[in-house]
């Protein structure tokens, strides 16, 4: 499987951005999705995840209330709704697929990643 994000791109602080993650050459349908981010100098953490069902979601603190992940399970598609955006958010973000049905905050539950998309917030 492969997975493709999109969506980034240069936004102002207090603004939205949009992440969309496809995912090709085999259903993602059911495993758990996530999405993690890196900034320059920084580990990669996680952002947030959403079981295959769609029916649990969850958020790193630092984005709780300000991003809603989401998906479509039939067209294997994961998004990341980024609203209130802070320029700490600024970093390449990453979607990626799941050894399980269920999402986790550690990268290495994780089978399949994406290329990564920039997003980068000003002040």
């Known amino acids: 499987v492969q997975l493709q994000a999109s969506g980034g791109g240069l936004v102002q602080a207090g603004g939205s951005l949009r992440l969309s993650c496809a995912a090709s050459g085999r259903t993602v349908s059911n495993n758990g999705m996530g999405w993690f981010r890196q900034a320059p100098g920084k580990e990669r953490e996680f952002v947030a995840g959403i079981a295959w069902n769609g029916g649990s979601a969850y958020y790193a603190d630092s984005v709780k209330g300000r991003f809603t992940i989401s998906r479509q399970r039939a067209a294997s598609l994961v998004y990341l709704q980024m609203d209130s955006l802070k320029p700490e958010d600024t970093a390449v973000y990453y979607c990626?697929?799941?050894?399980?049905?269920?999402?986790?905050?550690?990268?290495?539950?994780?089978?399949?990643w994406g290329q990564g998309t920039l997003v980068t917030v000003s002040s």
């Open positions: 990626a697929a799941a050894r399980s049905s269920y999402a986790s905050s550690q990268t290495t539950a994780y089978t399949r």
